[in-house]
């Protein structure tokens, strides 16, 4: 695939995915792929792929745990991914450090407009 292709592929993407929720499905990408394209979360993928034929496979419960430039995570239950209403089910990383010591308080601000959560630390 030429370079060209590549780039406007990714910009194709990119708007067809602008806001969408998780899995998301692009039509435009898919004629252009010739094959189904979705899309998920990181730390979805992650824990379901350990889970399905990983280090926790045959196992009921598990839960993932992304660190890198962000703080994430994942439940899957039986061999599903859970989501929850909001689709941020497993989402550690914006919860408040747990017993943080009083120069800690009230923490760093976060990106989501908090201050103290956990990925700001890590």
Do not use: K
Not at 15 to 43: L, V
Not at 106 to 115: A, L, M, N
């Amino acid at each position: 695939m030429r370079f060209e292709a590549v780039t406007r592929l990714v910009a194709d993407l990119l708007t067809c995915t602008h806001d969408a929720p998780a899995p998301m499905r692009s039509s435009r990408t898919t004629r252009r792929m010739g094959r189904p394209i979705r899309f998920a979360n990181d730390a979805n993928r992650f824990a379901l792929s350990e889970a399905t034929d990983g280090a926790a496979a045959g196992r009921s419960i598990v839960f993932g745990v992304i660190v890198g430039t962000g703080t994430g995570g994942c439940m899957v239950i039986d061999g599903r991914v859970v989501t929850g209403v909001n689709a941020i089910a497993g989402e550690w990383g914006h919860n408040p450090l747990p017993a943080p010591l009083a120069e800690e308080v009230p923490g760093p601000p976060c990106y989501c407009g908090r201050t103290g959560c956990i990925e700001t630390f890590l």
